[in-house]
């Protein structure tokens, strides 16, 4: 499998404290059947991880991991805070797409609030050739709140990244009903496990697809699965016509 989200390079942000963490984490990921990461440390005022920091960290990981004999093949990306000079930090080398070298980029909104600029700063990106991919949504108090908002996004061409962590109650049963909401309005495009530690925030990615399975089918899994694949390789996502939170499904009408 892989997992597009991920908090494994050391030292760098609120993930892997240090090279050892980042060996255990990635030795927990291969045990949950998790062949490609992407490193996605937090760009934002806190952690200011620059592409070429990126790229240098996970070159060195990589080859610590082949030391240690773990089979996992390890990118670079981000995880970028929305902020209002997006486009020029792009255009100034500081950002990074999913695996450095698709179209999609990864992005997060604080767990309050979406920035009023949002809707147009999305369309500028898509103008540049870019696909914004909104990071946990489910977590977004104001998607919570007035799921429309996410719905308008994604129907005008964002995609977005559920965690396996929302799917399985970690975060709460809100969260987890809202999580399945999503996935039943076609509101998320591809799952990932945010993983920061072999703790509190672990990889789960495999517990997450037999949930899947159990309330959705193989198809759905498949479609995830795909899904990251078809975004490392830069291609067009699969993905079906997104609906407002509310409508009701009737053998395959929407109601």
């Not at 255990?24 to 005022?45: C, F, N, Q, R, S």
Request: net charge negative; glycine share 6%.
């Amino acid at each position: 499998m892989i997992d597009i989200h991920a908090h494994i390079l050391p030292m760098i942000d609120d993930g892997a404290k240090n090279e050892a963490e980042s060996l255990l984490m990635l030795e927990a990921a291969i045990k949950d059947g998790i062949h490609t990461i992407v490193a996605t440390p937090h760009y934002h005022p806190r952690y200011r991880n620059e592409k070429s920091d990126i790229l240098a960290a996970v070159e060195k990981l990589q080859e610590v991991a082949e030391e240690n004999q773990l089979e996992v093949d390890i990118l670079p990306g981000q995880e970028i805070r929305i902020y209002g000079e997006f486009l020029e930090g792009f255009e100034a080398d500081k950002l990074l797409t999913v695996a450095a070298n698709s179209t999609h980029i990864l992005i997060e909104f604080s767990s309050q609030s979406i920035p009023h600029y949002t809707e147009k700063l999305f369309y500028d990106i898509e103008m540049c050739g870019l696909t914004p991919v909104i990071a946990h949504p489910e977590r977004n108090a104001e998607f919570l709140a007035n799921p429309d908002k996410l719905y308008e996004l994604v129907r005008k061409g964002a995609l977005a990244q559920l965690t396996t962590g929302s799917l399985l109650g970690y975060f709460g049963k809100e969260i987890q009903k809202f999580s399945k909401q999503l996935i039943e309005a076609d509101l998320v495009h591809f799952i990932a496990t945010d993983a920061h530690n072999n703790t509190s925030r672990s990889f789960n990615i495999s517990q997450a697809y037999e949930e899947i399975v159990k309330r959705y089918g193989i198809g759905h899994a498949a479609y995830f699965t795909k899904n990251a694949q078809l975004m490392l390789e830069s291609k067009p996502i699969y993905g079906n016509q997104p609906q407002p939170i509310g409508k009701k499904k009737f053998f395959g009408i929407f109601k």
